[in-house]
């Protein structure tokens, strides 16, 4: 994206903490882009004693690696069937832009990276902050990051148990006697957390319901965004996030919570797809396994029973 003028050993620079590449955009403008730590590292051997006015990158014979021995080096690196000829240095930012609309860059961060003067040219590409911080060049870098996979849902169990078979004396119909015409219930959500190399993780939510008329049975918002800030404080790291199309996943205030988090990106389930949720199987085993045939008296007997169930690898997040 740079071959347009030759950069120098001068041209690497440091900004506010930032390290960055210095450039002139077309018009003349200088602007700069911020060198994720990776690349850092791989210009490094390059500015080593070497004066502020020399070349940045060189070819074997000395000279400087302008905008033509970049084009060459592009179409030779190109991958069987693809046609050279096809290939220049505008390719390389058509690749930039969509590999940072791809990781959740906004337009307007596209439009920065790229030196568009109106959305409309970045919009042509259709694969989709100003501060240094915020900047695309990072969020690409960090999109190779190993992340945690959670998946999520929710489930809501009563006082009256779920039947299942169960051992009795020949001839008696086993019986589990409830308390009639109880409104409460409990309600939980949670993460199964999955990453490469590493043991499985659970961590939920509970919600009692006490049975009153006025009262929320379900989850709120601020339930889910306070399980997701849980979830990242345990995890220790960004999370990529799957769960279903539930009305209140979508809710404007958790919209505008998620989106300012770029620990967090989220990936919602096709509709009546249960299949592809791992947590469908807990609450599957809890059903026929721990909750099975038990009367609770109380909502906290329940809630104890559930714990219990998820055993010591689970964690239940702060309410």
């Known amino acids: 994206m740079l071959a347009r003028r030759t950069l120098t050993v001068g ?15 077309k018009g003349g403008r200088t602007d700069r882009l911020p060198v994720p730590p990776r690349v850092r590292a791989l210009l490094e051997p390059l500015l080593d004693d070497r004066a502020p006015g020399e070349p940045l990158l060189v070819r074997e014979g000395g000279g400087p ?6 084009t060459t080096a592009l179409r030779r690196a190109a991958t ?30 596209v439009q920065e990276l790229l030196g568009h003067a109106s959305p409309v040219t970045t919009q042509r590409y259709n694969r989709g902050r ?36 169960t051992w009795s004396q020949r001839g008696r119909t086993p019986v589990v006697r409830v308390r009639g015409r109880s409104r409460r219930r409990i309600s939980i959500a949670a993460l199964t957390c ?11 939510r509970p919600r009692h319901d006490d049975g009153r008329r ?20 345990q995890l220790g ?13 979508k809710a404007a205030d ?17 509709p009546y797809a249960p299949g592809l949720n791992p947590v469908e199987e807990i609450w599957s085993l809890l059903r026929r396994g721990w909750l099975s045939n038990v009367a609770s008296v109380a909502l906290n007997t329940s809630s104890s029973a559930s714990g219990a169930a998820y055993g010591t690898s689970s964690t239940a997040a702060n309410s």
């Open 80 to 109: 069987a069937g693809v046609d050279p000829a096809k290939l220049t240095p505008h390719t390389a930012r058509a690749t930039a832009a969509t590999l940072a609309l791809d990781a959740g860059v906004p337009l307007a961060g």
């Open 194 to 204: 999955y990453k490469p190399g590493r043991r499985s993780r659970l961590i939920y």
């Open 214 to 233: 006025d009262g929320r049975k379900g989850f709120s918002w601020r339930d889910y965004r306070d399980l997701l800030i849980a979830a990242h404080q």
């Open 11 to 25: 041209s690497v620079a440091m900004d506010a903490g930032h390290t960055v590449i210095v450039f002139r955009r």
């Open 130 to 165: 100003r501060k240094l911080d915020s900047h695309a060049a990072y969020r690409m870098g960090r999109r190779r990051l190993t992340r945690r996979l959670p998946f999520e849902d929710e489930a809501g169990f009563s006082m009256t148990p779920p039947h299942a078979k």
């Open 65 to 70: 690696f302008d905008r033509w021995r970049t």
């Open 254 to 270: 958790l919209q505008k919570f998620t989106e300012a988090r770029d620990w967090l990106t989220i990936y919602y389930l096709p």
């Open 237 to 249: 790291g960004p999370i990529v996030l799957v769960w279903d199309n539930l009305n209140v996943h």
